[in-house]
């Protein structure tokens, strides 16, 4: 199975902060990785996919980078709606898996 | 409305069996590949199941394989979960995920409320 991990595990940052969030791979997934948001008691919400493309809706100050083994989120200026906690997926195989999450959290 | 609702969660016992629903609606359910994916409760995402559109290609995770069967009726626009021999360790949220059109490989771009399931004794 894909190992995904996800550093940090927690984030503390304030509004306008630009923020990275890293997500590497145990072997190499191509570009098929996915970021999802999700806050407390809702169900995550698809941000980015192939590792890079916005899904439609999702504020442009969000982007995705990265290939192979390591991959990048960054929220450019961080909006007091984007406090909650990110998880990456890889799909290049089956079982699908994803990372341990990355709590961000006001500073 | 584009939606999917979950039902048929609760408490079962150890060794126990539920069936899980997920109803779609506004869109063209057939054409979409589906997903059940998980959260324990306080964890992280755990993929469950996948189901292609037309049930040719169907896969499990390691933890769920031979005991959970995902199935789908795309006349009645609606994704099973028949989860047999539950464990404590099953409990969690339960989240329908739409998967990729005419299943092409992406993220899951629509999901559900979820429904919890509880096993215990």
């Known amino acids: 199975d894909i190992q995904m991990t996800q550093s940090p595990s927690i984030l503390s940052a304030s509004v306008g902060d630009r923020v990275t969030i890293t997500c590497r791979a145990s072997q190499s997934i191509s570009s098929w990785l996915a970021w999802y948001q999700q806050t407390p008691g809702k169900a995550p919400n698809l941000l980015i996919y192939?590792?890079?493309s916005l899904e439609s809706g999702v504020p442009s100050r969000f982007s995705g980078s990265g290939s192979g083994t390591e991959f990048t989120l960054t929220i450019s200026s961080l909006q007091p709606d984007d406090f909650a906690t990110y998880y990456c997926?890889?799909?290049?195989?089956?079982?699908?898996?994803f990372g341990q999450g990355t709590k961000v959290e006001i500073k | 409305e584009v939606q999917l609702v979950e039902s048929g969660g609760g408490l079962v016992k150890p060794g126990g069996s539920l069936r899980l629903s997920c109803a779609a609606s506004g869109f063209t359910f057939s054409d979409y590949s589906m997903n059940w994916v998980r959260q324990a409760p306080g964890k992280g995402l755990e993929w469950v199941s996948s189901?292609?559109?037309?049930?040719?290609?169907?896969y499990y995770g390691d933890s769920v394989k031979g005991r959970f069967t995902i199935s789908r009726d795309n006349t009645k626009n609606s994704l099973y979960l028949q989860m047999n021999s539950l464990r404590a360790e099953d409990t969690a949220v339960y989240y329908c995920?739409?998967?990729?059109?005419?299943?092409?490989?992406?993220?899951?771009?629509?999901w559900g409320q979820g429904t919890l399931v509880t096993v215990s004794s």
């Open positions: 997926q890889q799909y290049n195989s089956y079982p699908w898996t």
């Open positions: 192939k590792a890079s």
């Open positions: 995920a739409r998967g990729g059109y005419y299943d092409i490989l992406t993220g899951q771009d629509l």
């Open positions: 189901i292609s559109t037309s049930d040719t290609y169907i």
